[in-house]
T-cell receptor
Framework: AQSVTQLGSHVSVSEGALVLLRCNYSSSVPPYLFWYVQYPNQGLQLLLKYTSAATLVKGINGFEAEFKKSETSFHLTKPSAHMSDAAEYFCAVRGFNTDKLIFGTGTRLQVFP | KAGVTQTPRYLIKTRGQQVTLSCSPISGHRSVSWYQQTPGQGLQFLFEYFSETQRNKGNFPGRFSGRQFSNSRSEMNVSTLELGDSALYLC??????????????FGEGSRLTVL
């Protein structure tokens, strides 16, 4: 069965600091992996997705993630945090022939001035 | 291009009542899926529809049901509401269903409060 684990329910960084949000997946086959962001009282917005085309994936708003099969990880990073990055971030995995996403528990990112 | 539209955005019901939530996908999208978001359980998959057929169903009781119409619009229904059904219900649509990397576009959700 597929699953994802997000380490750290809360992450706090200073504005301008590196953002690192961790996600580890469990899948018996190469997965499709996603990172979504959710702002208060809103739905989910796709940040980036891994589709096996490239291990380093660049997304919107300066975010990127690297797929590491050896570590079963898909961590999300951003070199310099901005106040507007404060939100909740979800890692998700999807199988084949389905739109069913399995989400991690989420990481709330706080950015301090 | 209009996004995924969910109605109503907010609603309050009492235990034992039923509720129907509506989702209009992005024009041209034929796949619709539903998710429940609660503080305790996080984001959980409810069901997905493609061309009016339910393709997958999550681990929810039979009180939760859904359907998709020929115009791809979808509704979900929860009968005999319980306090634990209070949640944000999110709908997502995508252009393709099969296997691929098609992006799911989410609506802003319907926030249900059960008193």
């Amino acid at each position: 069965a597929q699953s994802v684990t997000q380490l750290g329910s809360h992450v706090s960084v200073s504005e301008g600091a590196l953002v690192l949000l961790r996600c580890n997946y469990s899948s018996s086959v190469p997965p499709y992996l996603f990172w979504y962001v959710q702002y208060p009282n809103q739905g989910l917005q796709l940040l980036l997705k891994y589709t096996s085309a490239a291990t380093l994936v660049k997304g919107i708003n300066g975010f990127e993630a690297e797929f590491k099969k050896s570590e079963t990880s898909f961590h999300l990073t951003k070199p310099s945090a901005h106040m507007s990055d404060a939100a909740e971030y979800f890692c998700a995995v999807r199988g084949f022939n389905t739109d069913k996403l399995i989400f991690g528990t989420g990481t709330r990112l706080q950015v301090f001035p | 291009k209009a996004g995924v539209t969910q109605t109503p955005r907010y609603l309050i019901k009492t235990r034992g009542q039923q509720v129907t939530l509506s989702c209009s996908p992005i024009s041209g999208h034929r796949s619709v899926s539903w998710y429940q978001q609660t503080p305790g359980q996080g984001l959980q998959f409810l069901f997905e529809y493609f061309s009016e057929t339910q393709r997958n169903k999550g681990n929810f009781p039979g009180r939760f049901s859904g359907r998709q119409f020929s115009n791809s619009r979808s509704e979900m229904n929860v009968s005999t509401l319980e306090l634990g059904d209070s949640a944000l219900y999110l709908c997502a649509s995508s252009l393709v269903l099969a296997g691929g990397t098609g992006e799911l576009f989410f609506g802003e959700g319907s926030r249900l409060t059960v008193l």
